[in-house]
Every structure is written in C-alpha cells, then in structure tokens.
C-alpha cells in the first residue's frame, strides 16, 4: 500500500517568502505528525493531529508556523516570513494510534521522504 | 541532560561483526521505544519497536529494553554494508501528546 508521501520534496524560498508543504498520510491513519530535522540532528517535534483535531503545537518555533488538517486527512505546514532558520527538512509521519493514556499500545509512526526546505 | 541521548559514534564495525548501539533516556514516564535507520539523504524508516523490559528479536535485529536503568539498546548481528546507516533512538510517554522525542542518531559504518 502507499505510504506517506509529502510535497514537493525540495523547496528553495527567498527569505521573507511563505512556503506551504504537503502531507498526504497513509490511508485511515488518525494521527499526523510534523517534525523539523536539522543537519546532523533527530527529527524534533512540531505539531501533532489526531483527524483534524491539532492537539500539540507546543513545538512550532513561532507564530510564522501554522498547520491544518481540515478533513483529517492531507495537512499542510504553512511558514510565514521565511528565515533563514527555517532551513531543515520537514517530515510529516502518521500513525494508526489514536487514544490517549492506553499503555502497550503501539504508537508506531510512519515517515514520509520529506521536504527540504532551503531559504536563502 | 538530554531527554534521549546516544553515544557519540561514528561507529565503525568489520563486516559479519555485532553492532552494539546504546541510548538513554531521562523520562522514567516512557512507555514505547523505537529503532529507526536514516540512510543519507533519506527519512528515517522504523526498523525496530518495544514495549516491555527483555530482548525483541527479529531478524539480525535484536531490541533490548531494561525500563530500571532507563536504557535501551539495539544489535545487528552479521553486519552488512548495507546496514552502514544513522540510527535513531526514539522515545513515547503515553499520557502525553503522541509525539516521539529523538536521540541525535548514532552513524554506523559497516567495513567491507
């Protein structure tokens, strides 16, 4: 079956440009994740979905991040006002997972390839 | 201190050997781990999960989990260059929100 799959896979933005990336997860995945990796670094949390509730956004790096999934299904991150800080690759994963507080339950997270979001 | 931390690395194994690789993490609230390989230039792909304390096998992976000493290790047996890869440590606390917390990844190289 298909897996995530995230658009495009490679973003150049001028600085102060606004940048939207795609997320498609896998099909009746409840739960969509954001996460930002830097060179050399793992993925650190951003934002995290369950349908189309946005739960956690305690990672986004400031008000220039926004993400939504209207439908419970594609999300977009959005970045305002790019900077060059904003360079990194954006994973987006999903998950089948869906209840809170259940010990043993897999919360297994799949990845898609990723964006690479370069800003100059 | 870090929440999940690995050793430093690079490391280096000859081909057939054991690849041992560590990482820690702080939050005694952990409950799921995970062993994710990222190729170069590639997202990271699960290769290993565990929940409960002990030995997982599969394959020439092996997890293990010892929830007391706050430790989890993973080993590739038979290492093979194409096992040459970062491996990322990654951590879940249910009750939380859902998100994984990340070690920074140890790079391993498997020598012909």
């Known amino acids: 079956g298909a897996g995530v799959s995230q658009s495009p896979r490679y973003k150049v933005a001028k600085r102060g440009q606004d940048v939207a990336l795609r997320c498609d997860p896998i099909s009746g995945h409840v739960s969509l994740f954001w996460y930002q990796q830097a060179l050399g670094q793992g993925p650190e949390f951003l934002t995290y979905f369950q349908n189309e509730a946005q739960l956690d956004k305690s990672g986004l790096p400031s008000d220039r991040f926004f993400a939504e999934r209207p439908e419970g299904s594609v999300s977009t991150l959005k970045i305002q006002r790019t900077q060059q800080e904003d360079s990194a690759v954006y994973l987006c994963?999903?998950?089948?997972?869906?209840?809170?507080?259940?010990?043993?339950?897999?919360?297994?997270?799949?990845f898609g390839p990723g964006t690479r979001l370069t800003v100059t | 201190q870090k929440e999940v931390e690995q050793n430093s690395g690079p490391l280096s194994v000859p081909e057939g050997a054991i690849a041992s690789l560590n990482c820690t993490y702080s939050?005694?609230?952990?409950?799921?781990f995970f062993w994710y390989r990222q190729y170069s230039g590639k997202s990271p792909e699960l290769i290993m999960s565990?929940?409960?304390?002990g030995d997982k096998e599969d394959g020439r992976f092996t997890a293990q989990l010892n929830k007391a000493s706050q430790y989890v290790s993973l080993l590739i047996r038979d290492s093979q260059p194409s096992d040459s890869a970062t491996y990322l440590c990654?951590?879940?606390?249910?009750?939380?929100?859902?998100?994984?917390?990340f070690g920074k990844g140890i790079t391993l190289s498997v020598r012909p």
């Open positions: 994963a999903s998950s089948s997972g869906g209840r809170e507080g259940r010990v043993g339950v897999p919360y297994e997270q799949y």
């Open positions: 939050d005694r609230g952990s409950q799921s």
């Open positions: 565990i929940y409960s304390n």
């Open positions: 990654a951590v879940h606390r249910t009750g939380a929100n859902s998100k994984l917390t």
